[in-house]
């Protein structure tokens, strides 16, 4: 994952895979698997950091992903909870 400049979350195909994990094999939950995944990569979201979240990975890799709008749905939950300003907003 990377916060770039402008406030775009950029998450790659390797972060869902690493959230999925632990979920899998941890037993985690989504959003906690989230927090520990930016724990992990040092990165920090503050209240109005992410304008947006953009995912890495093409169109046709989504179907890897069971439930696109799950995935995309639990994502935005978690950023909310460290930033509660995020507004919901995807790049393409």
């Known amino acids: 994952m990377q916060l770039t400049e ?37 990165l920090t979201l503050t209240q109005g950091s992410v304008r947006a979240i953009q995912f890495g990975f093409e169109e046709e890799e989504a179907p890897l992903y069971e439930e696109r709008e799950r995935l995309v749905a639990e994502v935005q939950s978690a950023v909310r909870t460290v930033d509660a300003q995020y507004d919901g907003f995807i790049v393409k």
């Open 6 to 42: 402008q406030g775009i979350l950029h998450i790659e195909e390797d972060d869902i895979s690493s959230l999925y994990c632990y979920r899998d094999q941890d037993g985690m939950g989504f959003e906690a698997s989230f927090l520990f995944e930016l724990q992990l990569q040092g």
